[in-house]
């Protein structure tokens, strides 16, 4: 049984540049959720989707951006990158809109130069 | 807002020595509480959780209890190993959201042998 699996494991851009992550779900789990880890601090909530639609965001700009496809993995996508968007990306997937327990894939790690 | 605050990092303690971390939180309504912890390199485990009050989650030694008056979920263990050395997150989902998950910023523990 997979796990929630993430591409790639380590990026590195620099100012002004887009990228994108890719996400795929634990097996049989139809929601995900994507977090913000900045060095030395606790991971913040970027946003969620469910049934390819984004559920709710966090307080994070519309440079952030997201999909989720039918096969329920999903992409999170940064535009016009700052030194500050340099973090570790994590991935959570869960099982329905409702369910309490999310499952973290090991991240990818961007840094913007 | 949800927030959670975490006893101060970094811990040091010795093999066989009693753990405790501090977690407390605010919240609408009646949130579920986890703890995850963070392995050099990896992402996120969730290592227990609780969802209502007076609830004990326990895991590999670990446990917590949800204290509604205090509004705290301590993680305790009674004999910390070598391996246990990594970072503990406590966090919560509050009722009503899209279950996205508040975090503390993490307390770091060293167990030396």
């Known amino acids: 049984d997979a796990g929630v699996t993430q591409s790639p494991t380590h990026l590195i851009k620099t100012r002004g540049q887009q990228v994108t992550l890719r996400c795929s779900p634990k097996s049989g789990h139809d929601t995900v959720s994507w977090y913000q880890q900045a060095l030395g601090q606790g991971p913040q909530f970027i946003f969620q989707?469910?049934?390819?639609?984004?559920?709710q965001r966090g307080n994070f700009p519309d440079r952030f951006s997201g999909h989720q496809f039918p096969n329920y993995s999903s992409e999170l996508n940064v535009n016009a990158l700052l030194l500050g968007d340099s973090a570790l990306y994590l991935c959570?997937?869960?099982?329905?809109?409702?369910?309490?327990?999310?499952?973290f894939g090991p991240g990818t790690r961007l840094t913007v130069l | 807002g949800n927030s959670v605050t975490q006893m101060e990092g970094p811990v040091t303690l010795s093999e066989e020595a009693f753990l405790t971390i501090n977690c407390t939180y605010t919240?609408?309504?009646?949130?579920?509480l986890f703890w995850y912890v963070q392995y050099p390199g990896e992402g996120l485990q969730l290592l227990l959780k609780?969802?209502?009050?007076?609830d004990k989650g326990s895991n590999k030694g670990f446990e917590a209890t949800y204290r509604k008056e205090t509004t705290s979920f301590h993680l305790e263990k009674g004999s910390v190993q070598v391996s246990d050395s990594a970072v503990y997150f406590c966090?919560?989902?509050?009722?009503?959201?899209?279950?996205?998950?508040?975090f503390g910023s993490g307390t770091q523990l060293t167990v030396l042998p």
């Open positions: 609780a969802t209502k009050a007076d």
């Open positions: 966090a919560l989902i509050s009722s009503g959201s899209a279950r996205q998950l508040t």
């Open positions: 959570a997937s869960s099982l329905g809109g409702n369910t309490d327990t999310q499952y």
């Open positions: 989707y469910y049934e390819e639609e984004e559920r």
């Open positions: 919240a609408t309504g009646y949130p579920s």
